[in-house]
Every structure is written in structure tokens, then in C-alpha cells.
């Protein structure tokens, strides 16, 4: 049974890391862009043992964005600025 567990957190991280982080990401987002957001489900890359999600403002729901970990670092980053330039550039 251990065993099991073991498994199953090394490949899909700790239930209350992933809730934690989510608060996490949500804040730094809202901190750093001064507008609401709102994150999709949170993943687990077991390669590089961190947290990623999806966000979108939360007045724009077909703005979608990565928002994670640095694999490196551990440092929350996200995508927002990169796809808010394409979506003004006009590309899709």
C-alpha cells in the first residue's frame, strides 16, 4: 500500500502542494498584473518535479497562458505578456 501512494505522489506530486501553489499562482498573477484571473486545473511534470496550470483574465476567457514553475528555480512564470503581444500582432 505504501508502495502505491509512493507511486502515485511521485508521478502526480502532493494534493495539497498542488492547492497550495494554485492560491500561489493566482496571487503572484492578480500582484503582478493588477487584474483578475482565473487558473484551469494544475499539473504535475514528474520530469522536473514542478507545478504548471493554464490562466485566463478572468473578463476574457479566450486569452489563455501558461503560468508555473522555472525547472530550475522553482520561480513562478508565466506567458500572459507573450500571449497578449501575439494576440495584438494578429497572429493566432
Do not use: C
Not at 1 to 14: D, H
Not at 64 to 86: C, R
Amino acid at each position: 500500500m505504501i508502495f502505491l501512494i509512493g507511486t502515485y505522489f511521485l508521478f502526480f506530486g502532493l494534493p495539497w502542494k498542488s492547492l497550495a501553489l494554485k492560491k500561489q499562482f493566482e496571487v503572484y498573477l492578480e500582484d503582478k498584473y493588477q487584474i483578475d484571473f482565473q487558473l484551469g486545473k494544475m499539473d504535475f511534470d514528474f520530469i522536473h518535479r514542478t507545478y504548471l496550470s493554464y490562466a485566463h483574465p478572468a473578463n476574457d476567457p479566450t486569452l489563455i497562458f501558461y503560468v508555473g514553475q522555472d525547472i530550475e528555480s522553482k520561480e513562478i512564470q508565466d506567458l500572459y505578456p507573450y500571449e497578449v503581444n501575439k494576440r495584438n500582432a494578429g497572429r493566432k
